[in-house]
C-alpha cells in the first residue's frame, strides 16, 4: 500500500546532528548564567524547543522553574532570570517591564535575553529606550533548522510569511542565507541550484555571499546532495489555497499538525483524554498512509487489522516455549501497532464525520471547477452561499482568492458584490484583510481591459517584444497577476483522464488533488530538473512575472557521485503543504530522486489566510 522506493534510491543524509547542535548551542549559553535560574519561554518556541531539549535536560543545568512569556507579571524569586524568546519589540517591552519592576523595589537580580533564531538591532534600541539595555546580557541561539522527519526540516518561522510577503520585511532572508550556510557545512556544498521568486533570489545571493567568506571550509568536500531548489510562496498560491486530500494534509487541515505532532481529542483517542503524537516515519501506520488519497486509507487500516488479528491468533496453538518467545519478542511490537493503529483509525472517523458535515464533495468539486475554469457563475453563486450561510470566514476568504487567482482577479462588480456581501456576514472588522490580500496579490479586481484574452495578448506581446524597456514596463502593468490559466495549459496542470481516475495506482502527482490538478510548485521542479536548467521555460517563467528571478547555477557538478546528483533539497520560502511533499515524494519513487524539504514552516489554506487576517480567530 505504502509506495515502496525504488531499491536504486540514494540514501538520506542523516539531520539527527543538527539536533545535536542545537541542543549544545542551547546549553552553552544556559551555562553561562551559572547557579540555579529561571527560564522564560515565548508560547511559540515551546514545541520546537522540547523537540530538541526536554524538561530533564534543562533541569540537568539548573533551570529550576519554567515561565510561558505572556503579559502579566512574573512571580519568579529566583536571583537570575532567563529569557528565551523571538527577536520581537513586544517580548521586549515585557522583559523591561521586569527589569524595571524590580528596579523599582530595589532589586538587583541577573537577566539574560537569549534571541532565536538571531537577534535584531530594533530589539536592542528598545532596550536601550527603556533603559535597560546596561542590565541584560544578550545572546543568540541560532537556532533555524528543526528535523520534523527524516526528509522535512523546518525553521519554524510561521510568521515568514506575512512578513515577506504582506509587509515586504526582508529581515528573515538572512536567517534562511544562515540555515543553508550550516547545510552546505555539515553536508557538503550543492553542485546544482535553481531557484525561481524574489525572496529565492536575495537568498541565495546572501548564502552565496557567507560561502565566498569561508570557501576554505568546504573546498574538496564531496557533495552529499546534488541539486537544491529554492521557490517563492507566491510563484503557486493555487496549491496551498486548495482542500488536502492525502492522509496527512486531511489530519493537518482537520486537527492542525504543530510542530511535527498533533493533539488527538477524545473524539479519537475515544477515552475521555487527549493526547499528543508524534507524526513521522517512525510511527509505521502512520509512514503507511500519510502520502495515500483518503479514500484509501480505510481499507488498508481494516486489512492491517485483520493481519494484527491473524497474528494475534497465532498463540492458541502454541505450547509454552513458543509462548515464552511470543511474550519477550513480538507482543510488545503488537501492542504498539494495535495502539496506534487504533487511533489513525479514529483520526480518520473523526474526519469522515467532520467532512460530511460539511459536505466536503460539493466543496472539492467546486474548487476542481475553479482550477479548470468551468462553471464560473456556479462556483461564485457557490461561494456566495457559503459566505450567507457563514459556514467560517476562513473558509470563504480561501474560496474568494482561489476563484480570483484561478481567474487572474474578479471582474470589479463581482469583486464588491462578493466583499459587500462578506462585510454583511461576518462583520466590518474583516475590511483591512481585504487590503491585505489586494496587497498580497490573492484578492485582486481586475482593472477594465483585464480579462484573460488581453492579458494573454499582452504577454504573446512581450515574448516578442525583446526590448528592455519595454519589457519593464509591461511587467509592471501585470503586476501581481496570476495568469493561472495561460500557466496551466503551458504546464499541463489539468490531467487529460480518459475514464475514471486510478486513485489506488497513481499515474501522476495529480492524485493529490482526487486527479484534478497537478500542484503547480512541484511541475515546475519537475520540469526543471528534467531539462537541469530554465531553458525551454521561459515563456512559464515570464507567465509567473519571474523573468528576471529565474536562476541556474551548477558549478560543483564534477565532485558529485551519480548517488548524490539523485537527492534534491526543496526549499520553501513563506510555507510548503503536506500536499505538495506527497507530490515530490511521488515523483521521486517514480524518477529515482530523493527528495527533502526544507520549509520556513509547514502551512495549509487555513494558515495562509489567517496570517492576512486583521481579524485574530
Known amino acids: 500500500m505504502a509506495f515502496p522506493h525504488r531499491p536504486d534510491a540514494p540514501e538520506l543524509p542523516d539531520f539527527s546532528m543538527l539536533k545535536r547542535l542545537a541542543r549544545d548551542q542551547l546549553i552553552y549559553l544556559l551555562e553561562q548564567l551559572p547557579g540555579k535560574k529561571d527560564l522564560f519561554i515565548e508560547a511559540d518556541l515551546m514545541s520546537p524547543l522540547d523537540r530538541i531539549a526536554n524538561v530533564s535536560i534543562l533541569k540537568q543545568h539548573e533551570v ?11 512571580l519568579s524569586s529566583s536571583e537570575q532570570l532567563c529569557f528565551l524568546v523571538r527577536p520581537r519589540i513586544k517580548n521586549m517591552r515585557y522583559i523591561a517591564s521586569l527589569v524595571n519592576a524590580d528596579k523599582l523595589t530595589g532589586r538587583t537580580r541577573k537577566y539574560k535575553v537569549i534571541f532565536s533564531p538571531q537577534k535584531f538591532y530594533a530589539c536592542e534600541m528598545v532596550l536601550e529606550e527603556e533603559g535597560i539595555y546596561g542590565d541584560v546580557s544578550c545572546d543568540e541561539w541560532a537556532f533555524s533548522l528543526l528535523p520534523l ?128 503524537v508524534l507524526l513521522n516515519a517512525e510511527d509505521k501506520v502512520f509512514n503507511e498512509i500519510r502520502n495515500e488519497h483518503f479514500s484509501n486509507v480505510f481499507g488498508f487500516l481494516s486489512q492491517k487489522a485483520r493481519n494484527l488479528q491473524a497474528q494475534y491468533d497465532r498463540r492458541r496453538g502454541m505450547d509454552i516455549k513458543q509462548m515464552k518467545n511470543f511474550v519477550s519478542q513480538e507482543l510488545k511490537g503488537l501492542k504498539q501497532e494495535h495502539r496506534l493503529l487504533s487511533l489513525h483509525i479514529g483520526a480518520c472517523e473523526s474526519i469522515m464525520k467532520k467532512k460530511t458535515k460539511q459536505d466536503f464533495q460539493e466543496l472539492i468539486k467546486t474548487e476542481h471547477a475553479l482550477l479548470e475554469g468551468f462553471n464560473i457563475r456556479e462556483s461564485t453563486s457557490y461561494i456566495e452561499e457559503h459566505i450567507d450561510r457563514q459556514v467560517s470566514p476562513i473558509e470563504s476568504l480561501r474560496l474568494m482568492c482561489l476563484l480570483s487567482i484561478t481567474e487572474n482577479g474578479l471582474i470589479p462588480k463581482d469583486y464588491r458584490s462578493l466583499k459587500t456581501q462578506y462585510l454583511q456576514s461576518y462583520g466590518p472588522e474583516h475590511l483591512l484583510t481585504f487590503s491585505n490580500l489586494r496587497r498580497a496579490g490573492l484578492l485582486t479586481e481586475q482593472a477594465p481591459g483585464d480579462t484573460l484574452t488581453a492579458v494573454e495578448s499582452k504577454v504573446s506581446k512581450l515574448v516578442t517584444d525583446k526590448a528592455a ?19 496551466s495549459k503551458k504546464l499541463n496542470l489539468i490531467p487529460r483522464v480518459d475514464g475514471e481516475y486510478d486513485l489506488k495506482v497513481p499515474r501522476d502527482m495529480a492524485y493529490v488533488f482526487s486527479g484534478a490538478y497537478v500542484p503547480l510548485s512541484c511541475r515546475i521542479i519537475e520540469q526543471v530538473l528534467e531539462r537541469r536548467s530554465w531553458q525551454g521555460l521561459d515563456e512559464v517563467v515570464r507567465l509567473l512575472n519571474c523573468s528576471d528571478f529565474a536562476f541556474t547555477d551548477m558549478t560543483k557538478e564534477d565532485k558529485a557521485s551519480s548517488e548524490s546528483l539523485r537527492l534534491i533539497l526543496v526549499v520553501f520560502l513563506g510555507g510548503c503543504t503536506f500536499s505538495e511533499i506527497s507530490a515530490l515524494r511521488f515523483l521521486g519513487r517514480e524518477k529515482g530522486y530523493r527528495f527533502i524539504f526544507l520549509t520556513t514552516a509547514v502551512t495549509n489554506s487555513a494558515r495562509l489566510m489567517e496570517a492576512m487576517s486583521e481579524v485574530k480567530a
Open 149 to 276: 522527519d527524516v526528509d522535512l526540516l523546518s525553521m519554524e518561522l510561521p510568521e515568514f510569511f506575512r512578513d515577506y510577503f504582506l509587509e515586504g520585511d526582508q529581515r528573515w532572508i538572512n536567517t534562511v542565507a544562515q540555515a543553508l550556510h550550516l547545510l552546505s557545512t555539515l553536508y557538503g556544498p550543492f553542485p546544482n541550484c535553481y531557484g525561481i521568486g524574489r525572496c529565492a533570489k536575495m537568498a541565495y545571493e546572501l548564502w552565496r555571499n557567507l560561502e565566498e567568506e569561508e570557501d576554505g571550509e568546504t573546498k574538496g568536500r564531496r557533495p552529499e546532495i546534488g541539486h537544491i531548489f529554492l521557490l517563492d510562496r507566491d510563484v503557486d498560491f493555487v496549491t496551498a489555497l486548495c482542500s488536502q486530500v492525502v492522509y496527512e494534509g486531511l489530519v493537518d487541515d482537520t486537527f492542525r499538525i504543530k510542530c511535527g505532532s498533533v493533539d488527538f481529542g477524545p473524539e479519537v483517542t475515544s477515552s475521555d483524554k487527549s493526547l499528543k
Open 469 to 487: 524597456g519595454k519589457i519593464t514596463d509591461a511587467f509592471s502593468s501585470l503586476a501581481k497577476r496570476s495568469n493561472f490559466r495561460a500557466i
Open 64 to 74: 529550576d522553574k519554567l515561565y510561558k512569556v505572556e503579559n502579566k507579571p512574573a
